[in-house]
């Protein structure tokens, strides 16, 4: 059964930088592209960035170009989320899973962050 667990989360203040890990078992990464969401507070989860399976390819919602990037480590199982430059539209709660849908385990509990004006 695959399991994704979430870490790298906090408090931080506008501007400032975290870097989010999920590692992944039970499923070998390297045959997916990857992918970070979040859920700000009393919303849907919504699509942040993604990663193919060899890295050669990225794709970013509009929100967040230019200030995250996604990288994933296929022989350690994890996929990161470099997050700079952070506003407090960016509080969320963030999870990693599969790109497509139809390849998407169970959510894992995701991380918490939180950013401060």
């Known amino acids: 059964q695959v399991q994704l667990v979430e870490s790298g989360g906090g408090l931080v203040q506008a501007g400032g930088s975290l870097k989010l890990s999920c590692v992944v078992s039970g499923r070998t990464v390297s045959w997916y592209a990857m992918a970070w969401f979040r859920q700000p507070p009393g919303k849907e989860r919504e699509f942040v960035a993604a990663?193919?399976?060899?890295?050669?390819?990225?794709r970013y919602a509009d929100f967040v170009k230019g200030r995250f990037t996604i990288s994933r480590v296929n022989a350690k199982n994890t996929v990161s989320l470099q997050m700079n430059s952070l506003k407090p539209e960016d509080t969320a709660v963030y999870y990693c899973?599969?790109?497509?849908?139809?390849?998407?385990?169970?959510w894992g509990q995701g991380t918490q962050v939180t950013v401060s004006s």
């Open positions: 899973n599969a790109d497509l849908q139809n390849l998407r385990g169970n």
């Open positions: 990663i193919s399976p060899r890295s050669d390819t990225t």
